[in-house]
């Protein structure tokens, strides 16, 4: 199934379900955690311990067939963990898995060592830091994490890659996993050769029907190139890659309030409030 671009969708991993379409003015916060200290001069320094949005949204004149399912994920009687689809978004990576961050669960190496490092490519379109990975061996991979995606819906995972000498061939390749399974039971690849300039790479794929998460990931076949840099790197709805985006389209969300209003019986307008996790 192939979503449509306006649409949300929520629910747990293998059934996202689309919502009905939200009234105009959605309200997405996108908070900062930290603190913000101020010297005996006056001067002003920031901490910045992590980002998390928050999405208020009005559903209107629904049937009560049409609110029960949403009822029913704020009161559990459907096993989460739930996930948003949100079409204000492209990137369905979290936000440190778009840029490479090579700290927790971002990025996964194999072997190796990877240092954020130098900056990505001005093709890219906004500034972005770059991550370099060096001391691999042939068949080592580097690991991003999975994304929630629809039954038989297509997707594009692509990166901006540049090799430190000479080429590398390499292999990018998306992992598709069942609903409620951990490890994946089919891959897509796609063989590429990593030269000495950026260059974006990109793989294409349907996912199988079940299939409630598909995982980006790059193998190296060789280490003829030496060090490999990568940058911007995206997992999004549709046959070819689009302008990067900054990530954070599909993340784990809780349903923290439901208020349900009934302008005309037994029709419902019900407010969703949901939290970035």
């Not at 689309?18 to 603190?35: A, D, Q, W, Y």
């Not at 490479?100 to 669960?105: I, K, R, T, V």
């Amino acid at each position: 199934m192939q979503p449509q671009s306006a649409t949300w969708y929520l629910g747990p991993l293998g059934d996202l379900r689309p919502l009905v379409c939200p009234e105009s003015n959605v309200k997405r916060t996108v908070e900062r955690f930290g603190g913000v200290h101020q010297a005996l001069s006056g001067a002003r320094t920031m901490d910045v311990t992590g980002h998390r949005a928050s999405w208020e949204l009005t559903l209107p004149w629904l049937t009560p067939s049409e609110s029960r399912f949403v009822e029913a994920l704020h009161h559990r009687t459907i096993a989460g963990p739930f996930h948003l689809i949100d079409p204000l978004g492209t990137n369905r990576l979290p936000r440190d898995a778009a840029v490479l961050l090579p700290l927790g669960d971002a990025v996964r190496k194999s072997s190796g060592g990877i240092l954020r490092d130098g900056v990505g490519p001005a093709e890219v379109g906004v500034p972005v830091t770059a991550t370099e990975w060096s001391s691999y061996g042939a068949g080592s991979y580097i690991r991003l994490p999975a994304v929630p995606v629809l039954d038989e819906e297509t997707v594009t995972f692509s990166l901006w890659l540049k090799a430190e000498s000479g080429s590398t061939a390499a292999r990018i390749a998306l992992d598709h996993i069942r609903a409620g399974a951990t490890e994946h039971t089919s891959s897509t690849t796609q063989g590429i050769t990593i030269t000495t300039a950026w260059s974006r790479y990109s793989v294409t794929a349907t996912v199988p029907a079940g299939t409630g998460t598909t995982r980006a990931a790059l193998i190296v076949d060789d280490t003829a190139g030496g060090t490999i840099t990568a940058a911007a790197a995206q997992v999004e709805s549709g046959p070819a890659p689009t302008e990067w985006d900054l990530g954070g389209a599909a993340p784990h969300v809780l349903v923290d309030q439901v208020e349900r209003v009934s302008p005309y019986y037994p029709r419902n307008d019900v407010s969703v409030t949901l939290l970035e996790a």
